[in-house]
């Protein structure tokens, strides 16, 4: 090979060389800028994986550069946000006081903070909040700001559904007719309703502890504080009736509930309560007691008025028949028949007055004197009544049938005078020839009181039937009505109270009476009673 | 009655004075009237009882054997009385027999509580009270014993 072959040999070697460093040149760079890129889409993946954009701009607060965590968030360009074309991003209404802050922060050289909303690429605005800090070079310069936004669009939210929450317990609180109050766990009163400043006359908003202990009555005060001391302490609810004084001055009664709020390590943290006006009930309350002391004083009154009236009917009777058997004694020999036969009749008058004014009394006293109820076997009863009617039954030849009879809660007395009378009745109004037969047979059934309420226990219905002269049964109201008769005075004996004073016992004891008869086919006297009571039957 | 007891003497208290009348000819029926006094009322009772008033004088009050008391009197009535007399050292001995037109329950109990000795309800008719005065006399004065109570204060 000659010289000139030699060097363009080593020109191409030389070549070659140039474009295998060229090549290797390009490949290098091309590592490195892959090296950039894949450190860039980290940086960019961390950047968008942090909820949070940064940035930097320069000292006057101009964004120079390339600010992929900006461009990434907002889906601005290089273009549109170099300089102050960031702002563009921001919502319209936060940028004003947004240049406010940054005009600040760059002459007082020093970090700022603030928030407002962004428009995301996708349009959304969302809430951050933004701090920047100035770098410094180091001859205190300022050579950037590095600046990083932090969304706070859900805490806002939270804080607007909170706001909201208030906003709506607030409406929902002064809508309601009560007064509301809140406390907190240790008592302090801090919170009332618009109600609580309606009735007190106070100016909204005030409120704390001694606020309410002014409006409550003075003889009530002491047991709410205890009752209130008692509660926060135990986490009991809290109640109590008190007066409390409104703006007008004068007390009303209220109904103070409270409970309390628990978190979920069941501490309390809060307490509600409620107050509501119950002034109707109590006075209402107050005048039904009144009033019921006031019917039991009457009763009293009518109970010995009645005894002192019979009393004094009862002395001249005493004194005519007295009188008048003198006479008879005494003066018999000079008594013609027809002397005699006035005085029997005077005697006679006089005799049934006394029954009547007796059995006036003993009505009366049926409700007013009445004794308590303790529970009666009515069997023993019909034997002590057969007993007393053993002289009538021998003299008509009667007999009664008796089925077994249940033990009721009753008066004692009363069963004795009930019994008796309707027994008595039967044996009296027998058929003329036809010797009286009574049967007496009792059923259990289950009937609602007046309220249509099931009676406790159930009910009883007692049937005493007789073979007597019966009566037409449209005369049925007037048999159980105080002196009316369907026959004449002379006709049978008796004051045309019997059965008045069997209704009243009857219905004192919450029961019915009835009759069913047909003239000439004897009648059947049909009584209901409860075999329990509710109260012990006394009325003073 | 023996010759050695004294013929007893019967008080008794009643506003009406048809039935003290009444009871004067019942007990006169059987002979028990020779020494019958009366009293209208609970008041003008504790002072013939004390010797007291219009009946200082000893004679217009002899102690009796026993009071007969009605239970109604205006002034001072029956269980007033009677309660004053048991509750007096003095008198409490004396047997009271009440005897009223009342024959009320509770009436009797009270007397009774009171400490009344017995109670009868009077009869309307004028034998039947004779009737109970003999009962009464015979009872009170052959078949029991009286105690013997101071005379005077």
């Not at chain 1, 005077?346 to 005799?351: E, F, G, M, P, V």
């Not at chain 1, 034997?383 to 249940?406: H, I, M, Q, W, Y």
């Given at each position: 090979?000659?010289?000139?072959?030699s060097?363009?040999?080593?020109?191409l070697?030389?070549?070659?060389?140039?474009?295998q460093?060229e090549?290797?040149?390009?490949?290098?760079?091309?590592?490195a800028?892959?090296?950039?890129?894949?450190?860039?889409?980290?940086?960019?993946?961390?950047v968008?994986?942090?909820?949070?954009?940064i940035?930097?701009?320069?000292p006057?607060g101009?964004?120079?550069?390339e600010?992929?965590?900006?461009?990434?968030?907002t889906?601005?360009n290089?273009?549109?946000?170099?300089?102050?074309?960031?702002?563009?991003a921001?919502?319209?209404?936060d940028?004003?006081h947004?240049?406010e802050?940054?005009?600040?922060?760059?002459?007082a050289?020093?970090?700022c903070e603030?928030e407002?909303?962004?428009?995301?690429?996708?349009g959304?605005?969302?809430?951050?909040?933004?701090r920047?800090?100035?770098?410094?070079t180091?001859?205190?310069?300022?050579?950037?700001?590095?600046?990083?936004?932090?969304?706070i669009?859900?805490?806002?939210?939270?804080?607007?559904?909170?706001r909201?929450?208030?906003?709506?317990?607030?409406?929902l609180?002064?809508?309601?007719?009560?007064?509301?109050?809140?406390a907190r766990?240790?008592?302090?009163?801090d919170?009332?309703?618009?109600?609580?400043?309606?009735?007190?006359?106070?100016?909204?908003?005030?409120g704390?502890?001694?606020s309410?202990?002014?409006v409550?009555?003075?003889?009530d005060?002491?047991?709410?504080?205890?009752?209130?001391?008692?509660?926060?302490?135990?986490?009991?609810?809290?109640?109590?009736?008190?007066?409390l004084?409104?703006?007008?001055?004068d007390?009303?009664w209220y109904?103070?509930?409270?409970?309390?709020?628990r978190d979920?390590?069941?501490?309390?943290?809060?307490?509600?309560g409620?107050?509501?006006?119950?002034?109707?009930r109590?006075?209402?309350?107050?005048?039904?007691?009144?009033?019921?002391?006031?019917?039991?004083?009457?009763?009293?009154?009518l109970?010995?008025?009645?005894?002192a009236?019979?009393?004094?009917?009862?002395?001249?009777?005493?004194?005519?028949?007295?009188?008048?058997?003198?006479?008879?004694?005494?003066?018999?020999?000079?008594?013609?028949?027809?002397s005699?036969n006035?005085?029997?009749?005077?005697?006679?008058?006089?005799?049934?007055m006394?029954?009547?004014?007796?059995?006036?009394?003993?009505?009366?006293?049926i409700t007013?004197?009445?004794?308590?109820?303790?529970p009666?076997?009515?069997?023993?009863?019909?034997?002590?009544?057969l007993?007393?009617?053993e002289?009538?039954?021998?003299k008509?030849?009667?007999?009664?049938e008796?089925?077994d009879?249940?033990?009721v809660?009753?008066d004692?007395?009363q069963?004795?005078?009930?019994?008796?009378?309707?027994?008595g009745?039967?044996?009296?109004?027998?058929?003329?020839?036809?010797?009286?037969?009574?049967r007496?047979?009792?059923?259990?059934?289950?009937?609602?009181?007046a309220?249509?309420?099931?009676?406790p226990?159930?009910?009883?219905?007692?049937?005493?039937?007789?073979n007597?002269?019966?009566?037409?049964?449209?005369?049925?109201d007037?048999v159980?009505?105080?002196?009316?008769?369907?026959?004449?005075?002379?006709?049978?004996?008796?004051?045309?109270?019997?059965?008045?004073?069997c209704?009243?016992?009857?219905e004192?004891?919450?029961?019915?009476?009835?009759?069913?008869?047909?003239p000439?086919?004897?009648s059947?006297?049909?009584f209901?009673?409860?075999l329990l009571?509710?109260?012990?039957?006394?009325?003073? | 009655?023996?010759?050695?007891?004294?013929?007893?003497?019967?008080?008794?208290?009643?506003?009406?004075?048809?039935?003290?009348?009444m009871?004067r000819?019942?007990?006169?029926?059987h002979r028990?009237?020779?020494?019958f006094?009366?009293?209208?009322?609970g008041?003008?009772?504790?002072?013939f009882?004390?010797?007291?008033g219009?009946?200082?004088p000893?004679a217009?009050?002899?102690?009796p054997?026993?009071?007969?008391?009605?239970?109604?009197?205006?002034k001072?009535d029956?269980?007033?009385?009677?309660?004053?007399?048991?509750?007096d050292?003095?008198?409490r001995?004396?047997?009271i027999?009440?005897?009223?037109?009342s024959?009320?329950?509770?009436d009797?109990?009270?007397?009774?509580?009171?400490?009344?000795?017995?109670?009868?309800?009077?009869p309307?008719?004028?034998?039947?009270?004779a009737?109970?005065?003999?009962?009464?006399?015979?009872?009170?004065?052959q078949?029991?014993?009286?105690?013997?109570?101071?005379?005077?204060?």
């Amino acid at each position: 090979m000659n010289e000139l072959e030699s060097t363009d040999a080593e020109l191409l070697r030389g070549k070659l060389r140039i474009a295998q460093l060229e090549r290797e040149a390009i490949e290098r760079s091309g590592d490195a800028a892959k090296g950039l890129r894949a450190h860039l889409d980290r940086y960019q993946s961390l950047v968008l994986a942090i909820a949070q954009v940064i940035w930097t701009s320069d000292p006057k607060g101009d964004m120079v550069g390339e600010q992929p965590s900006w461009a990434a968030y907002t889906g601005q360009n290089f273009e549109q946000y170099q300089h102050h074309g960031w702002l563009d991003a921001v919502h319209p209404n936060d940028r004003a006081h947004n240049l406010e802050i940054w005009e600040r922060a760059v002459t007082a050289r020093g970090p700022c903070e603030y928030e407002h909303r962004l428009r995301r690429h996708d349009g959304e605005f969302r809430y951050f909040s933004v701090r920047a800090v100035p770098v410094f070079t180091d001859d205190g310069a300022i050579r950037e700001w590095a600046g990083i936004h932090t969304d706070i669009t859900q805490i806002k939210l939270t804080e607007q559904s909170l706001r909201d929450g208030e906003r709506q317990f607030r409406e929902l609180a002064d809508a309601m007719p009560q007064i509301v109050w809140a406390a907190r766990p240790d008592g302090h009163f801090d919170y009332y309703n618009r109600r609580w400043y309606d009735f007190t006359g106070r100016p909204e908003g005030t409120g704390g502890d001694s606020s309410w202990a002014d409006v409550v009555h003075p003889d009530d005060l002491k047991e709410s504080l205890a009752r209130w001391h008692s509660a926060i302490t135990s986490g009991d609810a809290y109640e109590i009736e008190y007066r409390l004084k409104r703006k007008e001055g004068d007390y009303r009664w209220y109904l103070t509930r409270a409970l309390p709020v628990r978190d979920r390590a069941a501490t309390i943290t809060r307490w509600f309560g409620t107050c509501t006006d119950i002034d109707e009930r109590k006075r209402t309350e107050e005048e039904l007691r009144s009033s019921t002391s006031m019917l039991l004083q009457s009763n009293r009154e009518l109970r010995d008025f009645a005894t002192a009236a019979s009393h004094d009917l009862q002395e001249p009777l005493r004194k005519i028949q007295a009188f008048v058997g003198c006479l008879k004694e005494e003066q018999l020999a000079t008594l013609n028949a027809e002397s005699r036969n006035y005085l029997d009749r005077i005697q006679n008058a006089a005799s049934r007055m006394t029954t009547l004014v007796s059995d006036l009394l003993e009505f009366s006293l049926i409700t007013s004197k009445g004794k308590h109820f303790t529970p009666v076997n009515l069997n023993e009863v019909i034997v002590g009544v057969l007993s007393d009617l053993e002289e009538r039954l021998a003299k008509t030849g009667g007999r009664v049938e008796l089925l077994d009879l249940p033990t009721v809660a009753s008066d004692p007395i009363q069963m004795r005078q009930l019994l008796q009378n309707l027994i008595g009745n039967a044996l009296k109004f027998h058929r003329r020839n036809e010797p009286p037969v009574v049967r007496i047979s009792a059923e259990i059934i289950d009937s609602p009181d007046a309220n249509g309420r099931a009676q406790p226990g159930g009910t009883c219905r007692i049937s005493i039937a007789d073979n007597g002269i019966g009566f037409d049964e449209k005369y049925l109201d007037r048999v159980f009505a105080i002196f009316q008769r369907l026959h004449g005075r002379g006709d049978y004996e008796g004051t045309g109270i019997g059965l008045a004073i069997c209704r009243r016992i009857v219905e004192r004891h919450g029961g019915t009476i009835t009759a069913r008869s047909k003239p000439g086919q004897g009648s059947t006297f049909i009584f209901t009673m409860p075999l329990l009571q509710k109260n012990g039957g006394n009325h003073g | 009655m023996g010759d050695n007891e004294k013929s007893i003497i019967i008080l008794l208290a009643d506003d009406d004075p048809d039935d003290r009348e009444m009871t004067r000819r019942a007990l006169d029926k059987h002979r028990l009237a020779n020494d019958f006094y009366t009293v209208p009322d609970g008041e003008e009772l504790l002072d013939f009882l004390h010797h007291r008033g219009k009946y200082a004088p000893p004679a217009a009050s002899p102690t009796p054997g026993i009071v007969l008391l009605d239970l109604n009197m205006p002034k001072k009535d029956g269980y007033e009385a009677l309660a004053e007399i048991k509750a007096d050292p003095a008198l409490r001995r004396i047997p009271i027999v009440v005897l009223t037109t009342s024959n009320a329950e509770q009436d009797i109990s009270r007397a009774y509580d009171l400490g009344s000795n017995s109670f009868i309800s009077k009869p309307i008719s004028l034998s039947k009270l004779a009737d109970v005065m003999m009962v009464l006399g015979q009872y009170w004065f052959q078949t029991v014993k009286l105690p013997s109570i101071p005379s005077g204060n």
